[in-house]
């Protein structure tokens, strides 16, 4: 507890010093497209130095490419042309970043506060704990402002990746050892159906391999991922209780199932994450790492608005867990333990208003929003942005506190989900309570099993 208060300390008070620093500018020049294409780049810090780069580029991302401002993936390049590993911002040392364009969200930070609020709180993986302390399961960034062909191009965050750096999975080396999978779409990637499989292939059941790469080893292996799948399918209780520990980092796991309900992260319960092996010739266990954080506090991935008391989504993984005793009472007291801190409205807030106050204090959200505002149907309002995204907060953890306090009440075990005409309410002691009786603060249960969001609060 004293670790991870500390941690949230350290982040909150980095935080706060970017409100007092010059936001960092990135020059990117080239003519790019779909497909990689040379062009040079030039960063400059807070403080004022410049470096300057010849890179490769292209636009990223299945959604981001639809918006007139472009998400980029960029390469560093030596004089020769090959990669060229540097660290950017005080980052790790990499040839390949993300310049995050995140033009679909109002606030220009969702993606980026809920990578520092993962990085902060999320167990350590059995990698971290075990093998590789360097180990990370999430990205770190900064935010600059990005001019393109010398034109203002918009707040940018340049990003890290998740890959096998990242993890520290281990290389190939005369067969798979470390492998890393990366969920691009819903066909099945949150474990509820699986098919045969062919190593041969880069893709399979909407995950693609991200490591070993397909095409530069000819192989990959989807046999652990595949028997994860199965296993979380197909075992009988027994079996379940007896090897899940085995097969998934469940520390982990856990804590990621509880951030997507936080954060209501409805693009993320299968798509959009990436599950790993350290060493599949030394341990089983699948681990989960979080992806493309967009959709989340309240506005869905084309930026509509999602109401705070909405749950939905589900991954057969959790439905398996959810059905061992003590489980879900288990996952309850680890989020009321987060509650006091790192999970408390204070600190939620704190993470959008500091970074809010860093775009205005260096007058940064008045360019982007001259530049972007309206264009492709996006209007930007960032102090209108800021109050929704606060009063959301307040609205999201009462719900959340009502799901998982069903879980530690009287009323023992109940299944929680949004329910929009109630027949009966009953109070904990199972009590029947009309509508209009309902009291600030309280949970309720829909005949005695169910947890009604819609009017509690």
Known sequence: MEARRTGLL?????????????????????????????????????????????????????????????????????????DLD?????????????LD????????????????????????????????????????????????????????????????????LKKYKDGVRGLLYKADSWDGTNFYSYTDFDNSMPTWMGWESQYPEVEDEGTTDWEPLHDAVKFALEATDAEFAGRAALLYDLPVWTD??????????????????????????????????????????GRNYDGSTLAPDIFNGSHRLL??????????ESMAERYFELRKDVFSADSLKARFRNYFDYFEENGASQREE???????????????????????????????????????????????EQQSAPSRIYDLQGRPVGENDLKDGEV????GKKVLHKCVW
């Not at 302390?133 to 965050?157: D, K, M, Q, R, W």
């Not at 993320?268 to 790492?289: E, V, W």
């Open 101 to 168: 364009a995140m033009a679909a969200d109002k606030a220009r930070m969702r993606n980026r506060v809920s990578f520092d609020l993962w990085n902060d709180f999320s167990s350590p993986t059995y990698i971290k704990s075990e093998y590789e302390p360097e180990s990370a399961n999430g990205t770190h960034g900064h935010f600059v402002e990005l001019y393109l062909n010398g034109s203002y191009h918009g707040i940018y965050c340049l990003t890290e990746k998740i890959d096998r750096k990242q993890l520290k």
């Open 319 to 328: 439905d398996r867990l959810a059905g061992q005793e003590g489980y879900m």
């Open 256 to 297: 990621y199932f509880i951030f997507i309900r936080l954060l209501l992260a409805i693009d993320n319960h299968g798509k959009n994450t990436f599950a790993y092996l350290y060493d599949k010739t030394a341990d089983s266990r699948l681990g989960i790492a979080p992806w493309d954080l967009d959709a989340t506090w």
């Open 86 to 98: 540097a660290s950017l911002l005080g980052m790790r040392e990499d040839n390949s970043w993300i």
């Open 444 to 447: 309720y249960i829909m005949d």
């Open 370 to 416: 001259e530049r972007w505002g309206g264009v492709n149907g996006v209007e930007l309002d960032f102090a209108a942005e800021r109050a929704y995204i606060e009063n959301w907060i307040d609205g999201r953890l009462a719900a959340v506190d009502g799901y998982f306090g069903a879980y530690t009440t009287p009323v023992g075990k109940v299944e929680a």
């Open 10 to 82: 350290a982040t909150l008070a980095m935080l706060a010093a970017c409100a007092m620093a010059q936001m960092p500018v990135v020059r990117l020049n080239g003519d790019f497209g779909d497909e990689y294409s040379q062009g040079t780049m030039s960063l400059t810090d807070a403080g004022g130095a410049t470096a300057s780069y010849n890179v490769e580029a292209k636009w990223r991302g299945h959604t981001a490419k639809q918006y007139d401002k472009k998400a980029f993936a960029v390469k560093l390049l030596d004089g020769n042309g090959d």
